[in-house]
């Protein structure tokens, strides 16, 4: 399996995001945040649990879908949770080398350390207020794509 996930001066193609968020308030954040950003991204909106799964595991409609490079995923949302979605994903040995950060509004003990049980890369309490928002965004833009390397196959 080809995984296409590499340092940003290796990047030909546009980012592939996923956003697995149910709040239609933070989606249009997330995109204006996005839309601010130097790099290139496609960012793909699923808007509950049960709808990113199958777009990552390329169901119904989803069948024809891009794997993502990076997943921002929110904990509290209906018909399937977050923390579902993420153990689903790091079972699976074609996605578990994704990285999956969860961007959620909860601060609670027991969400940071079962999301980290899962094993999320990062889990980020989301910011209100849109210009610390863009800064989390941005921050997440250099470690994940100038910083991090990653394996180009597994």
């Known amino acids: 399996m080809h995984l296409n996930f590499l340092n940003m001066e290796d990047f030909h193609r546009p980012i592939e995001i996923l956003l697995v968020e149910d709040n239609e308030a933070d989606i249009v954040l997330t995109k204006n945040a996005f839309?601010?950003?130097?790099i290139q991204n496609n960012l793909n909106v699923c808007r509950n649990g049960e709808e990113g799964l199958n777009y990552l595991f390329k169901v119904g409609e989803y069948s024809e879908?891009?794997?993502?490079?990076?997943?921002?995923?929110?904990?509290?949302?209906?018909?399937?949770?977050?923390?579902?979605?993420?153990?689903?994903?790091?079972?699976?040995?074609?996605?578990?080398?994704?990285?999956?950060?969860?961007?959620?509004?909860?601060?609670?003990?027991?969400?940071?350390?079962?999301?980290?049980?899962?094993?999320?890369?990062?889990?980020i309490k989301k910011p209100i207020d849109f210009m610390e928002f863009i800064d989390v965004i941005k921050e997440i833009e250099s470690y994940w794509f100038s910083i991090v390397k990653m394996p180009t196959s597994i």
């Open 35 to 38: 839309k601010t950003l130097t």
């Open 65 to 123: 879908a891009t794997t993502p490079d990076l997943v921002l995923l929110d904990l509290n949302m209906p018909k399937t949770n977050g923390l579902e979605v993420l153990e689903k994903i790091k079972k699976d040995p074609k996605l578990s080398m994704v990285p999956v950060i969860v961007l959620t509004t909860s601060s609670a003990e027991q969400d940071i350390l079962r999301s980290y049980q899962y094993h999320a890369n990062s889990y």
